[in-house]
T-cell receptor, first 113, second 113 residues
Framework: AQSVAQPEDQVNVAEGNPLTVKCTYS??????LFWYVQYPNRGLQFLLK??????LVKGSYGFEAEFNKSQTSFHLKKPSALVSDSALYFC???????????FGTGTQLKVEL | DAGITQSPRYKITETGRQVTLMCHQT?????MFWYRQDLGHGLRLIYY???????DKGEVPDGYVVSRSKTENFPLTLESATRSQTSVYFC????????????FGPGTRLTVT
């Protein structure tokens, strides 16, 4: 069975500072990894994905994520946080041979002035 | 371009009643998914469909029924609603081979009293 762990329920960071939201995964085959963001009372928006290739993936709004196969991690990063980045972030994984996405429980990011 | 829409956006119903949540996408995506979002659980897959007339169970299918007679529609029915089905329900869609990310609707907040 595939699974995702987001070990932090909440991450607080000052505006302008770098941010990291952690994600580790477990999957039987090659992983397809995703990050989504959810603003209040909205659906999930796709940020970025890792399918294959370069371990550093760049996505929307200046976010990037680093795939680390040995540590089974896919941490989300941004060099300089904005207050508008405050939202709920979800990591998700699926096996390359499957159709089902498994989501983590989410990390609330709070960026303060 | 509507993308993916859900209706109703909010619904209050009583225990034991049947309720149907609608999902419509305009992209002709092959795959469609239903998730529920609950605090502490992230998103959990209820059912998904790979094409018209092809559906399969997800992680939490009990108490739910789906159908997909047309590619663009994927209704979710709670045959006899229970309080434990109070949740926010999200529909999502994805293209076929070679397309990886899912696109989410705005959600339906369902309260069962």
């Amino acid at each position: 069975a595939q699974s995702v762990a987001q070990p932090e329920d909440q991450v607080n960071v000052a505006e302008g500072n770098p941010l990291t939201v952690k994600c580790t995964y477990s999957v039987s085959g090659n992983p397809y990894l995703f990050w989504y963001v959810q603003y209040p009372n909205r659906g999930l928006q796709f940020l970025l994905k890792y399918i294959t290739g370069d371990n550093l993936v760049k996505g929307s709004y200046g976010f990037e994520a680093e795939f680390n196969k040995s540590q089974t991690s896919f941490h989300l990063k941004k060099p300089s946080a904005l207050v508008s980045d405050s939202a709920l972030y979800f990591c998700a994984v699926r096996d390359s041979g499957g159709n089902k996405l498994t989501f983590g429980t989410g990390t609330q990011l709070k960026v303060e002035l | 371009d509507a993308g993916i829409t859900q209706s109703p956006r909010y619904k209050i119903t009583e225990t034991g009643r049947q309720v149907t949540l609608m999902c419509h996408q305009t992209w002709s995506h092959s795959y469609m998914f239903w998730y529920r979002q609950d605090l502490g659980h992230g998103l959990r897959l209820i059912y998904y469909s790979a094409a018209a007339d092809i559906t399969d169970k997800g992680e939490v299918p009990d108490g739910y029924v789906v159908s997909r007679s047309k590619t663009e529609n994927f209704p979710l029915t709670l045959e006899s609603a229970t309080r434990s089905q109070t949740s926010v329900y999200f529909c999502a869609s994805r293209g076929g081979q070679g397309e990886y990310e899912q696109y989410f609707g705005p959600g339906t907040r369902l309260t069962v009293t």
